[in-house]
């Protein structure tokens, strides 16, 4: 039957363009979710691991190795990277520690963390790009982003501070890429040799890391680091390899959880669940196409394997060749995402596109598997037809046969039973349970589409057809074939569930998020100015400046400072960080009236005094405690408490700016004037904070996803429409000689392609507003289950975006009307008579 196979596609092969786009979209969904979760991980080891992404092995403190409580283990130190270098099977290795201190220039002063580099050890993991390697103790290397900020050049000197402010000049040499570890890179990098960094941090300086590159097989020196560190009784020291170091990185991130992979493997999920449910309901259409032709074969002798077969193998060679163009998609998409990315957003440069193997092989052999089992079930309802029986329509699963009586049965359980676990999960904030509850219920309601698809599309067609009677023919001819009416209708329905339900789900979580951070932070935004020595008149001067801002409502200063006091615990004396304001300039910044402090009074942040205390004695006086539990740094007292205070060196003290902000600013917005803040205040980046950059930052996230994921979604819109064009083809050749037939009784061409269009628009429009209903329902519970814990949801259902949604699907069922229309209408009465 290969024969048979491939004469059908080469005779048909226009009527296999719709599977092939259906698989093709479906599969490269797919790839493209793989894609990114390898990339992913290869941009973050290009980021989170940046000073180690070329070793070969990471030892580490590791406080969840757990050595017993008995035993003490030793910690990490420089001597050890001595030791680690003479080990066999190590040919270099390097520490990765870094100590702050202040820089000068003859303009101005920054803060600096300073790290041990050698230029026989792959230069402490820093990249060089201009210059040499320090080769003495008064000469460094710096970052050349904060180099240009600083106006520095090699052969420059510069002068260095350490914590005791000892100074000592030295020379820049060479300058090395600055780091993409979000965690520095917000900081000047000097690298320093050896042996004058261990003078300038301290012989006793504890590094948080030793990698290595080993000369032969990794695991045999893993092993060899391993028994390294336990003869050393360092039983806390953990050695992985980079990959392994970059996942526990990301894991520490995220409390323990490496959420990043729980999240993407969720996408992959619903990746494979929406190709799946695609692929079949386009290739129903398409088996659908080929009934009577398939059982004219069997008439003419054909068995039943030999018919299902043929199907088979055509399914086979079409799913191999749709499934490589798939792939072969989301690697061009994933390459030119990668490459935007670099042109528009350069400090992303470090983004990178990693495919593997089984990232590459996974969704061919899903797409193959896929077309082959969606090709075979509706073959196999054909081939239980007698031949001549078969040549005739066969309903559709109904409450008249027994196909219908179980599928509507088994669909009803899956529904009920969904919908009772997605409600629990939702109610109690669950998301596996209402994850579960989704995957079961949305399938079931797609098994009883024809109880409810058909009648819809009859009902609300004859509600708007009015006394048209190219109205009152297409909501009739919608519903004549209702299995192959509901089929199409289902594609349609699954794409525009899952768009709207991302939708709603994703402005909910946005509400959500913004009104738990906005009730958290309870400033919209802070400039710290520690680093430079407290000026109030600076400061003051400083808050005008920002003031002038368009965005900024109000600014005032506070003063940061380290009141003495008792330690709970019994211990020496400790120091409590503090945040003094002035109370009635305060107020005017303050989102929540209920952390401005009185005279007399600390608004605890911090947790340091325990729940339901009253008083407490901070730096000798005696205070009333008012608790809160906004996101600040410092507990809050006000500035003429702060003066009645015992404080530490006020040479440590400094001031900064809080600032409130015109609301309803959106996120490009905000960012803009963090931009103005930073340039304004002279300051670092990661210096300014507040719920609102938060905000802004959480914000964009979200819309970046919800683009992301809108997009890979859409193609099941696509995949849909297709459909629908396939089943008014087909009900155009069904209908040849009827269709002709009412042309020859006086209906006019204009007529009939108005008929089709609105079979088309009934379809589409119907499927569209069932699947916003649906994905409405699906979103709010989805995102009851996954941020409830956070506490009080906001819900917000994005009408525009929906209306908009449900606008293109009966525009899009609009066009794909065009073709059959056209191809219905230049058929002259008799010649459509005529025809078999």
Known sequence: MLHVALANIKTYARRYIAVILAVAIGTAFLAATLAVNTSTRATLKNSLGDSYKNADLVAFPDWSAGSSEDEESKELGMSNLDDVRKLDGVSSAYAIAYSGGELHTADNGYTVLTSPVSAEQNLGGMELVEGRAPLRANEVLLDDNHAEDMGVSIGDTISLNDEDSKAQNLIVVGLQRTSTDPQISGYALMGMQEDAWSKFAGEDFVPSSIVVNAKGAVDQVQKELKGYFADQNMLDISVLTADEKVIKDVAALTDGTDQLTVVLLVFALIALVVTGLVVVNTFNVVIAQRTRELALLRTLGAKRKQIRSSVLIEALLIGILASVIGVALAVALMAGLIQLLHIYVPSMSYATLELSPSGLIIPVVVGILMTVIAASL?????????????????????????????????????TLGGAALLGYGAYKGELPIAFVGGLLSFPGILMLASLFVPSSVYGIG??????SVAGKLAALNAVRNPGRTTATATALLIGVTLV??????????????????????????????????????????????????????????????????DDPNGADETGLPLMAVEPQEFEKVALDPSIVPANGEIVMVSGFAAPGTKTMTVGGEQ???????????????????????????????????????????????????????????????????????????????????????????????????????????????ERTRENSLLRALGLKKKQLRAMLAQEAVLIGGVAALLGLVLGVAYGLLGAQATLSAMGKMSYDIPWLQLAIVLVVSIVAALLASITPGRRASKLSPVEGLAAE
Do not use: H, W
């Open 378 to 414: 509706p073959a196999r309802r054909a081939m239980k037809l007698a031949p001549l029986a078969a040549l005739r329509p066969f309903d559709a699963a109904s409450v008249k046969n027994r196909a219908g009586k179980l599928r509507i049965i088994f669909g009803a359980l899956l």
């Open 500 to 565: 709207s339900m991302i939708m709603v789900g994703g402005q909910t979580a946005k509400a959500s998020l913004n009104n738990s951070i906005a009730g958290e932070y309870p400033v919209d935004v802070t400039v710290s100015l520690y680093g430079e020595e407290a000026d109030p008149a600076k400061a003051e001067k400083l808050a005008g400046d920002l003031a002038n801002i368009q965005g900024v409502e109000q600014s005032t200063t506070f003063r940061s400072a380290t009141a003495l006091m």
């Open 462 to 467: 004859k509600l708007v057809a009015g006394r």
């Open 623 to 733: 205070l009333e405690v008012k608790e809160s539990k906004a996101s600040l740094y410092t507990d809050i007292v006000t500035m003429d408490t702060l003066k009645t205070l015992k404080t530490m060196d006020p040479d440590t003290e400094s001031m900064g700016v809080l600032i409130k902000v015109t609301p309803e600013m959106s996120s490009a917005e905000i960012n803009k004037l963090v931009d103005q803040i930073v340039e304004v205040a002279g300051v670092e980046r990661y210096m300014v904070d507040g719920g609102v950059v938060q905000n802004a930052m959480f914000s964009q996230i979200i819309d970046v996803l919800l683009t992301i994921v809108s997009a890979l979604l859409a193609v099941a819109v696509l995949i849909a429409l297709i459909g629908v064009a396939n089943t008014l083809s087909l009900s155009v050749l």
